[in-house]
């Protein structure tokens, strides 16, 4: 029962938060011109987000690991409620990315602790399903929020969207106050199985060295170069269009997080039954496929469609990803691996937005759709190779 408990907290928590950041989602970038930013620096500015947390997420999954991971989703959830207020302050480009960066911070210090949580809690073999559902409810948060905040934005307002990402983490926050004082003492690790290569050096660091642990880290940094491209330049993509009906860039970015919800659940359970590694491969060619489709099409119901599959294959490709990390961490260090596995998803995020907007500035969106796509490609052909070099080891 303590258990379950733990997990409805963790699993609202994450929704509501990835609601309130995905909201500014179709914002950011349109307050970014607001305050006098230039569209070529746009990624860059929205990037923020992603680069604080590539780079603080492993030190929080280290700290997670020592002080305890519900001190920290009350110190993250709370954090959350406040950065918002900021957002309205800033009028200038570097006061946007200062705000940003807070943001990207708040989030940081939680997400790698919930997911060693959940992990603490749940059997091995089930560590594919549970990450899956993990990852699918906070992809349905970043799947609704972005629709709310374009609708917000086109209807009130800068300030309203902002007050409103501030509120949308406070059943999060209520959750965790009623049930964690009911449940005082995080579950132990005590006699728990560790999964992965036993002949591992278990009590270093040596496990990252392994290729399998490689393929954990370099599936979503690869994979979020797409999508972390698409969040950050399809509102003005559809603009340029003249796709300008309300809402509709929302939508294009609520399609890519819905189409990756449905696919990670399934995803992760069939990671555990047949092995990582096939699975991840093919969300990668769903993926490459979709990103090469995206640059081809310009009308919105074809771009609505595209995108989602693109969704699809990042979520089929994402849950056995951090799977195969929790496989291949010692229990004492999966906050820090997780959290590695994070900060690489969100350098993905960062580069994505930052990289394919110089590009985008130079020679424009079509071509930043097909460079996305061989980046994306590329990361493709190294996992494959990882894989193989993983077999013959094994052999």
Request: charged share 10%; with cysteine.
């Amino acid at each position: 029962m303590n258990n379950r408990l733990t997990l409805v907290t963790i699993y609202v928590v994450i929704l509501f938060t990835h609601i309130g950041f995905s909201m500014l989602f179709p914002v950011n970038p349109r307050y970014a011109i607001y305050v006098g930013a230039s569209v070529s620096h746009i990624g860059l500015i929205v990037g923020t987000f992603a680069y604080v947390t590539a780079l603080t997420m492993i030190p929080f999954g280290l700290l997670a690991d020592r002080i305890g991971k519900r001190s920290l989703l009350l110190i993250g959830v709370t954090a959350c409620i406040a950065v918002p207020w900021l957002y309205p302050q800033a009028s200038t480009p570097s006061q946007l990315v200062l705000v940003i960066g807070l943001h990207g911070l708040a989030t940081a210090s939680f997400i790698p602790a919930a997911n060693a949580l959940l992990v603490d809690i749940t059997p091995p073999p089930k560590w594919g399903r549970i990450l899956g559902q993990f990852t699918a409810i906070a992809l349905l948060g970043m799947a609704i929020g972005p629709a709310i905040g374009d609708f917000l934005l086109e209807n009130c307002g800068f300030n309203t969207v902002f007050h409103t990402c501030s509120l949308m983490p406070i059943p999060g926050l209520l959750l965790i106050a009623i049930v964690f004082r009911r449940i005082p003492h995080e579950p132990s690790q005590a006699g728990r199985p560790t999964s992965g290569d036993p002949t591992l050096p278990r009590s270093s660091r040596g496990w990252l060295k392994s290729p399998a642990a490689l393929i954990a880290l370099l599936t979503p940094l690869f994979i979020t170069v797409g999508s972390g491209t698409i969040c950050a330049y399809m509102p003005l993509y559809a603009d340029e269009l003249g796709i300008t009906w309300g809402g509709a860039a929302g939508f294009l970015i609520m399609a890519l997080y819905g189409g990756s919800v449905v696919s990670r659940d399934p995803a992760g359970r069939i990671s555990d039954k047949i092995g990582r590694f096939p699975v991840i491969l093919f969300g990668f060619g769903i993926s490459v496929i979709s990103l090469a489709c995206i640059s081809m099409v310009t009308s919105f119901p074809a771009l609505i469609v595209t995108t989602t599959f693109f969704g699809v294959g990042m979520g089929i490709a994402m849950p056995p990803g951090f799977a195969l990390m929790a496989d291949v961490a010692p229990a004492e260090m999966r906050g820090f691996g997780l959290g590695i596995a994070n900060s690489s998803l969100q350098v993905g995020v960062a580069v994505g937005g930052s990289l394919m907007g110089l590009v985008v500035g130079t020679w424009g969106y079509e071509i930043m759709l097909y460079c996305c796509t061989l980046v994306v490609a590329i990361g493709m052909l190294i996992v494959l190779v990882l894989g193989y070099y993983a077999r013959k080891k094994r052999q």
